[in-house]
């Protein structure tokens, strides 16, 4: 029997095996629970089974715990935080002192709001160079100790609305929604209808950290907002309306590198619209169907669609709504904003 | 009605100039029971290597003036060339892209249809494009006495091709070629109807 009980192995075990060996290096130094010796003692050129094994060893021989593994865990969705799926929320109706709170103050709110609204729970806060406050939670309830195989991850930026957490199941939405808002000094959280794999795209995207083009009467030049001319024999025609409509794009989703979101969703709740197909128009009920974008690069591609013609300028809002709103989740009716029609797929 | 006229400037010293005119747009598709729209890209990318791969003939200066359809911006008029070649890039699996090709007819002064016009469609291969659209394409290349040009868009030797011969006719329009001219040689090239075009096909 040691200090590494069997959760404490399995998260072990599941970390070295997500974690490619050639990171793993940085991250157990990052960690600096393990001795200068017995960090060169590791062979990261072995496999993940002989490493475990090697890392298990140390770890009782450190009196290491599940609290200091969920650390490495900690430091290690850090390092990279596009992986698995984030949700954006925004909290609401700020008080007065909301724009002041800062990290200690917030610390300690959090941590004895959530243990008064939950026994077991384990709760580690640690503060990222660029102003983001991480927090991991493991759960438990009022019969069992926190898991700690399944956390959630919360990242709060203070000072702004904005927070981004992982996985939360509907029983500790409430709770953790609670423990924010009362630490933040805001009134109310709700969803913001943006997800993604990426954490920093959706974090530039809410927070507008790309660049923003504004409506100007006197662009610049068109010799430079053109593409460049591969040729001086080669001449465009329309050239005015192309950069007219570049304008229009950059305006819509902003210039330069925009971030990675990977995807949007419309939820459809709208009647049928075809002339050509009379039967399903005439239905009374509405025509239910979820329409989703997806791409690489979803944004870039979206303005490429504007700036080159393929989506018509001036650029529909419900496309700009998503850099305009920081929103990928919308729910369009019949009354709702935009008109409905132009979502109409054209059927060839 | 600002038309583009074949004669009204003079031409360049061993120069030719083509207008290489295609709607650039691309289409959402869609299928009842999926909920994937698929975007796809289209044939600004086939004009802008045929210009570039134009440009790069040596025995002539080869001036390209890229356009979505016709008619042509007025701010360009005073500084525009003489257009020897217009060519309509027709990509049969889009039907704006006809429809823009045809759209844009009745802005060129008939002079143009004496050998200075030609077709030229692309994705005649592709399962999409259904065939009326081509028998449509041929009826008009036909009935304007321009050739059709059938040429494959994907492949560097396609563009290759296609700019190999886009020239030939190009340096004879232009009146480059000592005893050809436009209207003698587009009697030769221009396109002619099947007897059974009007027949249902096979499939």
Known sequence: MGSMDNTAKRLLERLVRRIPSQMLKTTLDKWSRLTSTQRQSIDYTESKWALTEKLLAICEENELTVKHIAELEMIHVIENPNLGMWYAFQLMDPQDDAHSVELTQFKEQFKSHLRELIRHVSIKIKKHTDEAVWIRIAWGDTFSRPNHLKPTYVVHYLQTPYVFLTSLTSKQKPLLSQALVLSTRYQAIKDANLSGRKLTAIRDLLMKQYLQVFPTKFPSPLAERNRVVSNLHIEKEQAGSAANRHQMACEAFGDGILPQLQSAVYKLETKFRDHTNKTMTERDETFRCVVKFASTNLLESLRHSASSGVASTPVTPLLSSVPLKGKNYFVITDNGPGPSSQMKPSQK | ?203
């Open chain 2, 1 to 203: 009605m600002s038309l583009l006229k074949p004669f009204s400037k003079l031409p360049g010293l061993n120069t030719a100039n083509i207008l290489p005119a295609g709607k650039y747009e691309g289409h959402l598709t869609s299928t009842w029971q999926t909920t994937w729209f698929k975007l796809v890209e289209s044939e600004e990318q086939f004009q802008q290597s045929l210009a570039d791969a134009l440009v790069e003939e040596t025995s002539v200066t080869v001036n390209v003036r890229l356009a979505k359809s016709l008619p042509l911006p007025m701010e360009n008029d005073e500084s525009r060339p003489r257009i020897d070649l217009v060519v309509f890039i027709i990509n049969l699996t889009s039907e704006l892209s006809f429809q823009s090709a045809e759209a844009s007819l009745k802005y060129l002064d008939p002079g143009y249809f004496l050998g200075k016009v030609c077709f030229m469609v692309t994705n005649a291969r592709n399962a999409s494009a259904p065939a009326e659209r081509l028998d449509a394409v041929r009826k008009l290349a036909a009935s304007l006495h321009c050739p059709l040009l059938f040429a494959e868009d994907q492949t560097p030797d396609g563009v290759a091709s296609a700019t190999e011969r886009l020239l030939t006719i190009l340096k004879v329009a232009a009146g480059l070629v000592p005893i050809a001219t436009a209207l003698y040689v587009s009697n030769l090239t221009r396109c002619t109807l099947p007897l059974d075009i009007d027949q249902p096909s096979f499939d």
